[in-house]
């Protein structure tokens, strides 16, 4: 293989343990502003709706317009620490002047909702991870409340953090866009928003680089556009509206706005997510039949998604004529409840499709199954936090105290079953390397 000297940038990250707090990433990056004032610019780049500072750093002077965002999606850290890394390689490794672009790094676009997450930000273990999970309801997403109007849908009215965005986008017109992302489990994945062959296949490539395999199983989402093995072409939310439609689906015209890369659109910006996993697992990259039907694995992950959304949606409704405290777990609970039975019709309506009657591969099987058993403990742990808000501020009515205490045990019943898993956390280091070497690798892409 051909020496990259990106690549070997991003293979010497030393070793790196958990994630740091809102208040940490920011004294980290604001400490090297300072001790640098000529090579970093700060400013504040807006405010989050509970009057956090949301901060802009730029480093460089190129043509290119690189835009970075971390904390997209307050539950997804990885993001924090490659940021911290990518501006030491900014201000150290002579090599990435040669990119010829003007940085601008978003830090934690959503302050507020990564601190809701914070408690599990120095473990790798799955049990504080879900017991502290928070993931906000769609229209409170940074990455899905930028404005749509497209047929049946409109949603105009994106939350301050996505206002920052869109006025810093607005500014720059950015040449590369990546948001931080991350994924739970299995393997790495990524979206581009262009069908660049040379840079999917440069993507695909990557993880193994670091020791982590791809995720070959189930797409996310049903209809993806595959660009390479793990890569695909990041859907427009006007394409996930046809498709719903074209499967008979009801629009989703209440779950959100757009993403970055439908706002994007407008300025011709290549747009890339890399998508790394938490905890990994061999099974993830295993393309090898099985004598199950795929038919019959979607079927029994929709199975699952409705049991899973008659539970919440019963213990949710018992609970909310006396709930009391408007708060963002509520609002994601009342969101991603119901989300639960569409996305299970959503999976039924695929049964038919004559491409399903195959045998499912290793990936596959595992990466349903994985699913249905991460969302009961992601939203049956967020609904748990929305009772527990009652209970703790003791304004707990009868009914809610119910209602708590059944999520409480189911809660705790899905996490002794997370035992035979076999997930194994992945070392932080490479996590952060595969990222940082694929944001690396867009820009010089775009740069030619």
């Not at 400013?43 to 509970?50: D, I, K, M, P």
């Not at 929709?302 to 019963?314: G, N, P, Y």
């Not at 409840?337 to 049964?351: H, I």
């Not at 809660?411 to 932080?428: K, N, Q, R, Y």
Request: net charge negative; hydrophobic share 45%.
């Amino acid at each position: 293989m051909t020496h990259d000297p990106l690549l070997s940038l991003a293979q010497r990250l030393p070793a790196i343990q958990g994630f740091p707090t809102v208040d940490e990433l920011r004294a980290d990056l604001l400490s090297l502003q300072k001790a640098h004032p000529d090579r970093i610019a700060h400013a504040v780049l807006g405010r989050s709706r509970l009057d956090e500072p949301i901060d802009h750093f730029t480093i460089g002077d190129g043509p290119l317009q690189v835009v970075i965002a971390g904390g997209v999606h307050p539950n997804e850290p990885i993001g924090f620490r490659t940021v911290q890394q990518l501006v030491r390689l900014l201000l150290e490794a002579p090599e990435l002047a040669d990119l010829a672009a003007t940085w601008h790094i978003v830090p934690c676009a959503d302050p507020d909702g990564a601190r809701l997450n914070e408690s599990w930000f120095a473990s790798a273990d799955r049990a504080a991870y879900f017991e502290g999970f928070y993931r906000p309801a769609p229209g409170e997403q940074v990455e899905w409340s930028f404005p749509f109007e497209y047929k049946e849908a409109w949603f105009d009215h994106p939350i301050p953090e996505t206002r920052a965005l869109m006025a810093l986008f607005d500014r720059v017109r950015p040449d590369v866009f990546v948001g931080l992302h991350n994924a739970e489990f299995g393997g790495v994945y990524f979206y581009l928003n262009q069908d660049d062959a040379t840079l999917a296949r440069e993507l695909r490539d990557l993880p193994a680089a670091f020791g982590l395999p791809l995720d070959v199983g189930e797409p996310e989402m049903d209809g993806l556009v595959r660009l390479d093995d793990a890569v695909f072409r990041a859907p427009l939310a006007r394409e996930r509206y046809d498709h719903r439609e074209a499967r008979g689906l009801p629009p989703e015209t209440r779950s959100g706005g757009a993403g970055t890369a439908d706002y994007l659109e407008r300025y011709g910006t290549t747009t890339m997510i890399a998508e790394l996993p938490y905890w990994t697992h061999p099974d993830a990259a295993d393309t090898t039949p099985t004598d199950r039907l795929y038919r019959d694995v979607v079927a029994e992950k929709a199975d699952s998604l409705d049991e899973l959304h008659v539970l919440l949606q019963r213990i949710l409704d018992a609970a909310r004529p006396s709930l009391t405290i408007d708060s963002p777990f509520r609002r994601a609970s009342e969101a991603f409840v119901p989300g639960m039975g569409q996305a299970a019709t959503a999976e039924r309506a695929r049964l038919g499709d004559p491409a399903l009657n195959r045998p499912a591969t290793v990936a596959e099987v595992f990466g349903n199954r994985e699913v249905a058993r991460t969302f009961r403990l992601r939203f049956g742990g967020i609904l748990r936090r929305a009772l527990a808000a009652e209970v703790d501020a003791g304004v707990a009515r009868g009914p809610v105290r119910a209602a708590s205490a059944e999520i409480d045990a189911a809660f705790w019943a899905w996490l002794a079953a997370e035992g035979d898993t076999e997930l194994v956390p992945a070392p932080v280091e490479a996590l952060v390397g595969v990222q940082l070497a694929a944001v690396l690798a867009t820009v010089r892409r775009r740069r030619g």
